[in-house]
């Protein structure tokens, strides 16, 4: 038995083991259980092409599937004092902070960008969920900030994808205090007059939703995504009572009246340059780009595309007559 246990097994396993394979290869999709190659589900940007499950998709993912040649510039965000409380639960908040940039690769749970989409340019901002649950800190309320700050002095639009489970408790009363911050900074978007979408992703919930989240100009929302304050288990409990099918998702919310669109990722793109043309007063977007005409030397096609198109060359002073009739989507959430 020693002899099977000690030499047979692992010579048979060493010979069939195979150490060169990933073994990230393969993604099961948690809704239909089918198995996806990995390279094909980010070119797909981690929607299943079985079921068109949406998973979740870091912000660097996202923005590099959303600007045009997948190119942008990070905004700039200044740094808070970390750890004001010196919190602790079962680890030191710098630990906790520590073990999730390892995890990620990422400074914080917001990433702010600027770039241009279908020939339009603006600053976009995306939380990171797997960022310690996207939950909005200090440094989360100071990238807001210095997005909307940014596109103020661009005069573009804003375009925020959320994604969060609340605020940061470690950081205390100091993390509720991103709600009011961030409305203040859409109220100087709206006096600027430049338009200021949310894109809703899985899941959208507590503090978040109950500010910036719920205060675009247009709300889109991506497919089967949370959007809630409080989750349903937690309303279940509350008022003993069963909730309806499809509560607080998209669709459902859709039909209710609390967001304008439902969108799948793969178009979000498009949609996002129809809409955002469409508030600033600018033409159609170029749907292609149109080949270099024949006969010119090399040199000249290469400086070609430096030269200012027509489509950022559009008046900007006509960003948005149309905000005027923007709805005031309020915190309904926060009411709850
Ligand atoms: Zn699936």
Redesign the pocket.
Known sequence: MNWISNYVRPTINSIFKRSDVPDNLWTK?P??G?MLFHRELSENQQV?S??D?HMNITPRDRFAALFDGGIFTEVKVKDPISDPLQFRDQKKYPDRMRAAQKATGEKEAMLVAEGEIGRTSIVAAAQDFSFMAGSMGMYVGNAFIAGVERAIAKKCPFVMFSAAGGARMQEGILSLMQMPRTTVAIEMLREANLPYVVVLTHPTTGGVTASYAMLGDVQIAEPNALICFAGPRVIEQTIREKLPEGFQRAEYLLDHGMLDRVTDRRKMKDELVTILRMLGGLPPAVAGELPPPAGLDTEFVEEAPVSKTPATAAPKGAVADSQKSAKPVAAAAAKK
């Open positions: 999709c809704e239909c089918t299943c079985n079921c499950h």
